[in-house]
């Protein structure tokens, strides 16, 4: 049988409550950025749209071309509904879709203004939420 004494058992269990609390906060962040997406974004509701927004910003960020393979966006999602969501992201304004001269069956798609406004924004709301947690978020 093991024993600890007084102290260990106190120093493991301020270890358990920190490590909790960090957990807590992170939680919390997590739902606050999810009360923002659902008020400033609500056409993010489906796990499609997110792949397909989230797989933009990714493109964005990194200054790469997204490519329309859709199996690349799909992620949940089958081509189908991403195809549909890729039109639906076109009609809004928010990508372009562009065929490559080199190879007339690839496409990429480009994000517009308006998606490139999206980011800046979603990135705001999340450095302004981590930042009362003292989380740091570039």
């Not at 927004?53 to 199996?71: G, N």
């Not at 924004?121 to 450095?127: D, E, N, P, S, W």
Request: net charge positive; hydrophobic share 45%; aromatic share 8%.
């Amino acid at each position: 049988m093991n024993t600890l004494s007084l102290g260990e058992w106190h120093g493991m269990k301020k270890q358990r409550d920190i490590h909790l609390q960090k957990i807590g906060v992170g939680l919390t962040l997590l739902s606050q950025i999810n009360q923002w997406e659902k008020a400033h974004m609500p056409w993010m509701h489906s796990s499609a749209s997110r792949d397909l927004y989230f797989s933009m910003a990714e493109h964005y960020a990194s200054r790469r071309l997204a490519s329309q393979a859709v199996k690349t966006y799909s992620c949940l999602a089958n081509e189908r509904l991403m195809r549909n969501k890729i039109r639906f992201f076109k009609h809004n304004g928010w990508i372009r879709v562009v065929q490559l001269r080199d190879d007339k069956r690839s496409k990429v798609l480009l994000a517009r203004p308006m998606l490139v406004r999206m980011f800046l924004q979603h990135a705001a709301a999340l450095r302004r939420i981590c930042a009362h947690a003292d989380v740091f978020v570039q």
